[in-house]
């Protein structure tokens, strides 16, 4: 799988996500995508309840461990490489979690526009 140039947002080197749980498409900590990628995992985030009960009600149970697929359940305050488009829509629905941009893969801004991220940002002045 080839990914694309770990780049951020602003067009710098892509900071890790979190390896804590350990995150990203390519499992590597960074929000890294590429071809393969189709969800676009590269909005780094932090986790609230909020955003985790919507995903869980918009079909994707984050919270509970999956043993066997090694995924021990994300809680409030983890980070974790958002689909884009999942970010979008919680933006819509008012349950969107703070991303960290600097962590935040460039091609995000392919799905959501940088001053909607920056709305959001945890890591601005």
């Not at 932090?46 to 079909?59: D, K």
């Not at 703070?98 to 893969?105: E, I, S």
């Not at 995000?108 to 909607?116: P, Q």
Request: contains cysteine.
């Amino acid at each position: 799988m080839a990914m694309y140039e770990s780049l951020n947002v602003y067009g710098e080197a892509l900071e890790s996500c979190s390896v804590d749980p350990v995150t990203g498409f390519f499992r590597d900590g960074c929000c890294n995508s590429g071809d393969d990628d189709i969800g676009s995992h590269t909005v780094c985030v932090e986790l609230t309840r909020e955003f985790l009960e919507f995903s869980t009600s918009n079909g994707n149970d984050l919270s509970t461990p999956r043993p066997e697929l090694a995924f021990t359940g994300l809680q409030p305050g983890d980070r974790w490489c958002l689909c884009a488009a999942r970010w979008l829509e919680a933006l819509e629905a008012g349950a969107a979690p703070r991303v960290h941009l600097t962590r935040t893969h460039l091609s995000a801004l392919e799905v959501v526009s940088l001053d909607k991220l920056r709305l959001y940002a945890v890591d601005l002045n």
